[in-house]
C-alpha cells in the first residue's frame, strides 16, 4: 500500500531555510504525481507545491521564489527546499501523493480544496520565528 514518511521539519528563525524530506514506498513513484501540503493552526490545509510526473512544477504565490520542489524517482523521494522562511510558513507539512494524471498541480496553483486526495504522509512540523 501507498506509504509516504515526511522528515526535515524543526524550528528555524524568520529567513532561515529547511529541507523537507518525503519517502515514498509501496507504489510506482515514476507514475505518480506528488504535491507538498500544509497546515496551519485554525487554518484549512493549503497546497504549497507540486511536481508531475514529467517533473513540472506548479506553486502557492505565497511560496513562489521561496520554495522548491524536486524528486528522486530511483529513490521514490520527494523534497521541499524551502529558503527565506517567514513566521507564516509556520505549519505542519504534508505530502500527497496521486496517480497521474492528477490534479494536484491544479489544485496547488489555484488553491483548492484537497479533500479528494487519498494518500498523506504523516506531517512533519515546521516552525518559523
Known amino acids: 500500500h501507498v506509504q509516504l514518511v515526511e522528515s526535515g521539519g524543526g524550528s528555524v528563525q524568520a529567513g532561515g531555510s529547511l529541507r523537507l524530506t518525503c519517502a515514498a514506498s509501496?507504489?510506482?513513484?515514476?507514475?505518480?504525481?506528488m504535491g507538498w501540503f500544509r497546515r496551519a493552526p485554525g487554518k484549512e490545509r493549503e497546497g504549497v507545491a507540486a511536481?508531475?510526473?514529467?517533473?513540472?512544477?506548479a506553486y502557492a504565490d505565497s511560496v513562489k521564489g521561496r520554495f522548491t520542489i524536486s524528486k528522486d524517482n530511483p529513490k521514490s523521494t520527494l523534497y521541499l527546499e524551502m529558503s527565506s522562511l517567514k513566521p507564516e510558513d509556520t505549519a505542519m507539512y504534508y505530502c500527497?501523493?496521486?496517480?497521474?494524471?492528477?490534479?494536484?498541480?491544479?489544485?496547488?496553483?489555484?488553491?483548492?480544496?484537497?479533500?479528494?486526495?487519498?494518500?498523506w504522509g504523516q506531517g512533519t512540523q515546521v516552525t518559523v520565528s
Open positions: 509501496g507504489f510506482n513513484f515514476d507514475n505518480y504525481c
Open positions: 500527497a501523493a496521486e496517480r497521474a494524471p492528477s490534479g494536484i498541480p491544479v489544485i496547488v496553483k489555484y488553491g483548492l480544496g484537497s479533500s479528494s486526495l487519498n494518500h
Open positions: 511536481i508531475d510526473i514529467d517533473g513540472t512544477t
